[in-house]
């Protein structure tokens, strides 16, 4: 394609977004169990106990996603709620974490090449 591209003279643009990946990616589901090196790869919090319900968990804070409604999204499994900036099929990447700051750079490094 990029050869063909380079013969017609069309550039080709690539749309690189670190800022999340899918909740059905490999990362994710092994953050969500907690597998070594995986445990926060993503934006995890308990979130807050409900004062009127002390069996009930409430999300960490009252931000809002860009698509509206809370950045939070509660995981049954993990049993804490994952930071979203958009919508709760894409979970925000923790840069914090160097592992994670590896990986994209691999990840990026792949797309270049």
């Keep these: 394609m990029i050869a063909k591209a380079k013969q017609l003279g069309v550039k080709i643009i690539l749309d690189f977004v670190p800022n ?4 059905e990616c490999e ?5 969500i169990r907690r597998e070594v090196g995986f445990e926060d790869f993503y934006v995890w919090d308990d979130g807050k106990v409900d004062p009127e319900d ?4 409430l999300p960490p804070s009252n931000w809002i996603s860009v698509f509206g409604g809370s950045q939070w999204t509660w ?3 993990r049993q804490q709620f994952y930071l ?5 099929k894409q979970p925000d990447l923790n840069f914090s974490n ?13 797309w270049l090449d």
């Design 20 to 23: 999340h990946s899918s909740d």
């Design 27 to 31: 990362w994710f589901q092994k953050s």
């Design 54 to 57: 002390n069996s009930k968990r």
């Design 75 to 77: 995981n049954a499994e």
């Design 84 to 88: 979203h900036q958009f919508q709760d």
């Design 98 to 110: 160097p592992l994670v700051r590896q990986h994209m750079l691999g990840v990026l490094e792949y």
